[in-house]
């Protein structure tokens, strides 16, 4: 059974664009959201996290929108760039399984200049 | 300060065949975790070693596979003998401190191709 559920499968945006990215989940004890971003040849990297008492964080063009009665996340990347180009991961954590992580299947995202 | 590291890359084994995948974490880590992601799927938990103990292995998908990390440095994989669905990519990462209070490094994945 699929703990997370990541949505689109692919997406492609014009350069300068807003690329959005949702995820849903249904174990309520999770407590830590992230999101990783892998490059072919490469594995994940964390890109940006939140925990569930805030409902968005920022980190430059990088934005997590949170709901937590929906229990939906978002990753919003603004003015999306042609390095932008890589696989997005969502994922969650419940704080007691000691760092294990659920992801979901994954965004391809494509930026064209 | 090196990554974590995987080796191989890449291996093309026949079905019936054993593998062993190989991951360095980072220096000082002691916790090590694998995932596996099955093409178009998300990736999967498999295991996760706190120094040379297994905390979690409820992830392992059955018995044809066993992971060790021998004095809490390095760890192996292995799958015998080896299946087709085995096929994906496996990832192992590190983290200092259980990886839900920090962040978890991923190595570049080993690409198993099982035919």
């Known amino acids: 059974q699929q703990q997370v559920k990541q949505s689109p499968q692919s997406l492609i945006v014009q350069k300068g664009g807003i690329s959005i990215i949702n995820c849903a989940y249904e174990?309520?004890?999770?407590?830590?959201f992230p999101w990783y971003q892998q490059f072919p040849g490469k594995g994940p990297a964390l890109l940006i996290a939140i925990r569930p008492d805030v409902s968005e964080k920022k980190e430059g063009r990088f934005t997590i929108s949170f709901n937590k009665s929906a229990k939906q996340f978002s990753l919003h990347i603004m003015d999306s760039q042609p390095g932008d180009s890589a696989t997005y991961f969502c994922?969650?954590?419940?704080?007691?399984?000691?760092?294990?992580?659920?992801f979901g299947r994954g965004t391809q995202l494509t930026v064209w200049p | 300060e090196a990554g974590v590291t995987q080796f191989p890359s890449h291996s093309v084994i026949e079905k019936g065949q054993t593998v062993t995948l190989r991951c360095d974490p980072i220096?000082?880590?002691?916790?090590l975790y694998w995932y596996r992601r099955v093409m178009g799927k998300e990736i999967k938990f498999l295991l996760h070693?706190?120094?040379?103990?297994?905390?979690?292995e409820s992830g392992m998908p059955n018995n044809r596979f066993l992971a060790e990390r021998t004095g809490g440095t390095y760890s192996t994989l292995k799958v015998q003998p080896a299946e087709l669905e085995d096929s994906g990519v496996y990832f192992c990462?590190?983290?200092?401190?259980?990886?839900?209070?920090?962040?978890?490094?991923f190595g570049q994945g080993t690409r198993l191709t099982v035919v």
């Open positions: 220096s000082g880590h002691d916790n």
């Open positions: 070693f706190v120094k040379e103990s297994k905390q979690d």
């Open positions: 994922a969650a954590r419940r704080g007691s399984t000691l760092g294990r992580l659920y």
């Open positions: 174990n309520t004890a999770f407590d830590y």
């Open positions: 990462a590190s983290s200092q401190v259980p990886a839900g209070n920090t962040e978890a490094f």
